[in-house]
């Protein structure tokens, strides 16, 4: 069901069985999957592929003229975010990918380059600036700022009000003005991995790596001759890292 005030460009593709709400605009580059809803006064611009079932909240805007975005199934966009809608006449925008099953809370602004994994939360009023990457099940408390070029890793959870000047390894807690590593995310940890062998090795691997400072040398050490899969993908994050 399309709403009759919505403005339809020439080229756009939408399902059968999406549903648009009043005063929309759609561009004519946009493509949208069955099972989407859109709520009222959203503007879709530039190259932007929506998958399956996705639900966007009134006054959001994606896109403009020369942006390419991708929008994963089963993400929800809350109202008033903007993704790549920041325009810069001096430089080519790049690509904005986020995966699918991630919660966009309300206004949210992400920027151009920015990749989001999947089973992320981006909560109220969080800025990502250019280039950031979020892997999955990233949680990014209210009202925080990533700063641009920097990755945080999969499972971070960065509290509230928080300003990331670089990047987060995987499965920390972070929090702070600039933020620093805390600690590690046990809960989560406990959330996502049956085996308690596993966050034992991360938890001591962790105290190795991070403890008074970040020892990148033996970080690399590690990854190269540790057999768990997790302390691998850890130690790798932060010997590569720009902490």
Not at 23 to 35: A, E, L, W
Not at 165 to 180: I, Y
Request: glycine share 10%.
């Amino acid at each position: 069901m399309i709403h009759k005030s919505v403005i339809i460009e020439d080229g756009a593709k939408i399902a059968e069985n999406v549903i648009i709400g009043p005063f929309c605009h759609i561009g004519k580059d946009v493509t949208i999957g069955s099972g989407c809803q859109l709520e009222s006064n959203i503007i879709l611009k530039g190259k932007l592929t929506i998958e399956e079932d996705v639900r966007i909240f009134s006054f959001t805007t994606i896109g403009h003229e020369d942006s390419e975005i991708e929008i994963g199934y089963k993400t929800h966009i809350r109202e008033f975010v903007q993704i790549g809608t920041q325009e810069d006449e001096n430089e080519i925008p790049k690509k904005i990918i986020v995966g699918a099953n991630n919660f966009i809370m309300g206004y949210v602004q992400i920027l151009s380059g920015v990749e989001l994994g999947e089973f992320c939360i981006i909560t109220n009023a969080v800025r990502l600036y250019e280039n950031v990457k979020c892997e999955e099940r990233v949680i990014v408390g209210g009202l925080s700022t990533i700063e641009a070029n920097n990755t945080l890793g999969t499972g971070v959870m960065i509290g509230g009000a928080s300003y990331v000047s670089h990047d987060m390894p995987p499965f920390t807690l972070v929090e702070g003005n600039k933020a620093t590593v805390k600690g590690l995310n046990v809960i989560g940890l406990r959330r996502r991995l049956e085996n308690k062998d596993d966050i034992e090795d991360i938890k001591a691997i962790f105290k190795k790596i991070l403890g008074d400072s970040v020892n990148k040398e033996l970080a690399a050490q590690i990854a190269q001759t540790h057999e768990n899969e997790y302390v691998k993908r850890f130690a790798l994050f932060v010997a590569n890292s720009n902490m």
